[in-house]
Nanobody, 124 residues
């Protein structure tokens, strides 16, 4: 069974930066559209960003455009989310996901594999 493992979360002050990582298997990374989601307390899980298998195409939700950057290194079987200018509204558990389907399904939360999540807390 494919596994995705997130890391890099933590507690930071507003304005700080964090880089999340998502590690998986070679099979997952070589063929999948990958993405990041987040879920704040009491809220539904929301799409944050996605990247296609080659890294040439990226997608972001409006609230993170210009602040977050998604990237992947297929040779290392790892995906990243560089988060800058963090604010308290970014506080959530962040999940990575992988799918063989298209971006529309992924943006709607449909994925073949999910990680267990990593907590990001931004204090004001």
């Amino acid at each position: 069974q494919e596994q995705l493992v997130e890391s890099g979360g933590g507690l930071v002050q507003a304005g700080a930066s964090l880089r999340l990582s998502c590690a998986g298997s070679r099979r997952t990374f070589s063929t999948s559209l990958m993405g990041w989601f987040r879920q704040a307390p009491g809220q539904e899980r929301e799409f944050v960003a996605a990247i296609n298998w080659s890294g040439a195409d990226t997608y972001y939700t409006d609230s993170v455009k210009g602040r977050f950057t998604i990237s992947r290194d297929n040779a290392k079987n790892t995906m990243y989310l560089e988060m800058n200018s963090l604010n308290p509204e970014d506080t959530a558990v962040y999940y990575c996901a992988a799918t063989l389907s298209g971006i529309s399904r992924l943006q709607n939360g449909v994925a073949d594999y999910w990680g267990q999540g990593t907590q990001v807390t931004v204090s004001s």
